[in-house]
């Protein structure tokens, strides 16, 4: 099955300054990349993805890129505030599968 | 509002004493699926449905079990809980597969 690792398990950084969390992938049938934020005490919410038949994926201050070659995704999040404080997942899902899996999640710390 | 949720937030069980976790959607979705979270391993896929009367195992199925008798509803059942079943669990429902999951706010389980 797919393995996804990611990396780092926790991340502190000043406010304004930019976070990045990295994924890697074992299957190269992957083509679901989806991140996903949880809040303490919440379920997990979507906050971005991608498909593998696009490089890079920007909403406002969030952005994702793929490289599929290398197999692997990362988070990019520009100007972070205290609100961006949370737990973050990737995952990944193969083509045609029903199963999502997921990294071990990373926890950012925004410092005001 | 488009939402999932399950019921109850949090449960003391003993060991051996049958339980069932409730799970419902209100967006129609067909597909929904049950997760566990623990420290360090990220968010694991136990059961899923593609619709009514449709389930399948996910990655770590052993000592569950569904049912998806209705569209919107699909509860979690453990009939002979464990220790080891301890654990932050989350039902969740998509459009497809490779749409975004909705989460419920989660399960808090804990077998003494």
């Known amino acids: 099955g797919e393995n996804v690792e990611q990396h780092p398990s926790t991340l502190s950084v000043q406010e304004g300054d930019s976070a990045v969390i990295k994924c890697t992938y074992s299957?190269?049938?992957?083509?679901?990349f989806p991140w996903y934020k949880q809040e303490l005490g919440k379920g997990p919410q979507l906050i971005i993805d991608?498909?593998?038949?696009?490089g890079e994926k920007k909403d406002q201050r969030i952005a994702v890129t793929l490289n599929k070659t290398a197999k692997h995704f990362s988070l990019h999040i520009t100007e972070t505030q205290p609100e961006d404080s949370a737990v973050y997942f990737c995952?990944?899902?193969?083509?045609?599968?029903?199963?999502?899996?997921f990294g071990t999640g990373t926890r950012l710390t925004v410092i005001p | 509002e488009a939402q999932v949720t399950q019921n109850p937030r949090y449960l003391i069980t003993v060991t051996g004493k049958k339980l069932t976790v409730t799970c419902s959607q209100n967006?129609?979705?067909?597909?929904m699926s049950w997760y566990r979270q623990d420290p360090g391993l990220g968010l694991r896929q136990i059961y899923y449905?593609?619709?009514?009367?449709?389930?399948d195992k996910g990655d770590v199925p052993e000592g569950y079990k569904v049912s998806r008798k209705e569209k919107r509803n699909f509860p979690l059942i453990l009939e002979s809980p464990s220790p080891n079943q301890t654990s932050l669990y989350f039902c969740?429902?998509?459009?497809?597969?490779?749409?975004?999951?909705?989460f419920g706010q989660g399960t808090r389980l804990t077998v003494v």
């Open positions: 299957d190269s049938a992957s083509n679901y």
């Open positions: 449905s593609m619709n009514v009367e449709v389930t």
């Open positions: 967006m129609n979705h067909e597909y």
């Open positions: 991608i498909r593998s038949n696009v």
């Open positions: 995952a990944a899902r193969r083509t045609g599968a029903n199963n999502l899996f």
């Open positions: 969740a429902s998509n459009y497809r597969p490779n749409t975004e999951a909705f």
